[in-house]
C-alpha cells in the first residue's frame, strides 16, 4: 500500500521569503501525485498535479513541486510566499487504476504554513 | 455553478443520536467519497462509491452508513456507534479516469456533545 509522509507540521516564514514543503512518499509501482491547500473551515483546492511527463509542474499562483522518483519526493516550493498564502497544505498519492480499489487518494498529514508580515 | 454542495455547514447533536450530513453534486461525476478530518491527522477515507448502488468501505468505516441511490447524491450517516464523531467532514467526486483529480465540497463541522 502507498503512503505519504509530509516530515513539517508547521512551517512558519516570513513575507517574501522562500519556503518549501516537504512530502515524501512510498509505493512500489508509479504514482501520481498532488498537492491541495486549504484554507480555514473550506474544503481542499487543488494546487497542482503530477502524472507523467515533465518533473517539474506549477500552478498558477506561483508554487512549484518537482517529482523525484529516486528519493520519492514531491516537495513544494514558492520563492516569494505572500500574506494570503496562509494556509494548510496536503500532499497526496494515488495508485494507477488496475481494476480493483478506486481513484482514491490517500493523504498526508497536511503542514501548515503560517506567512508572518 | 457546477460543485459540490454539502450541507449544513454547521452541525451540533447530542450524543446517541444518528445525524446526517448531505452532499450533493451537479459535476455529472461517477465516483464519490467521504473523508474524515481531524487537527493533525490529515484526511480519512470513510466510504466510497465508483457508480450508483454501490459503495465500498474505507479505513474508518465503522460507526458509518452511506447510500448512493442517484449519482448525484451520497449522504453519510453518523451513527449512535461512533464513538468520536465530532470532526470535519469532506466530500469529493471525481470522474472515473486516472488523471482525475478528487474536487472537494466545503464540509461540514459535526460537534456532538
Known amino acids: 500500500a502507498q503512503s505519504v509522509t509530509q516530515l513539517d507540521s508547521q512551517v512558519p516564514v516570513f513575507e517574501e521569503a522562500p519556503v518549501e514543503l516537504r512530502c515524501n512518499y512510498s509505493s512500489s509501482v508509479s504514482v501520481y501525485l498532488f498537492w491541495y491547500v486549504q484554507y480555514p473551515n473550506q474544503g481542499l483546492q487543488l494546487l497542482l498535479k503530477?502524472?507523467?511527463?515533465?518533473?517539474l509542474v506549477e500552478s498558477i499562483n506561483g508554487f512549484e513541486a518537482e517529482f523525484n522518483k529516486s528519493q520519492t519526493s514531491f516537495h513544494l516550493r514558492k520563492p516569494s510566499v505572500h500574506i494570503s498564502d496562509t494556509a494548510e497544505y496536503f500532499c497526496a498519492v494515488r495508485l494507477p487504476y488496475s481494476g480493483a480499489g478506486s481513484y482514491q487518494l490517500t493523504f498526508g498529514k497536511g503542514t501548515k504554513l503560517s506567512v508572518i508580515p | 455553478d457546477g460543485g459540490i454542495t454539502q450541507s449544513p455547514k454547521y452541525l451540533f447533536r447530542k450524543e446517541g443520536q444518528n445525524v446526517t450530513l448531505s452532499c450533493e453534486q451537479n459535476?455529472?461525476?461517477?465516483?464519490m467519497y467521504w473523508y474524515r478530518q481531524d487537527p493533525g491527522q490529515g484526511l480519512r477515507l470513510i466510504y466510497y462509491?465508483?457508480?450508483?448502488?454501490?459503495?465500498q468501505k474505507g479505513d474508518i468505516a465503522e460507526g458509518y452508513s452511506v447510500s448512493r441511490e442517484k449519482k448525484e447524491s451520497f449522504p453519510l450517516t453518523v451513527t449512535s456507534a461512533q464513538k468520536n464523531p465530532t470532526a470535519f467532514y469532506l466530500c469529493?467526486?471525481?470522474?472515473?479516469?486516472?488523471?482525475?483529480?478528487?474536487?472537494f465540497g466545503n464540509g461540514t463541522r459535526l460537534t456532538v456533545t
Open positions: 503530477y502524472l507523467s511527463g515533465s518533473t
Open positions: 459535476l455529472n461525476h461517477d465516483a
Open positions: 462509491s465508483q457508480i450508483v448502488n454501490d459503495f
Open positions: 469529493a467526486t471525481s470522474s472515473r479516469t486516472d488523471n482525475s483529480p478528487l474536487h
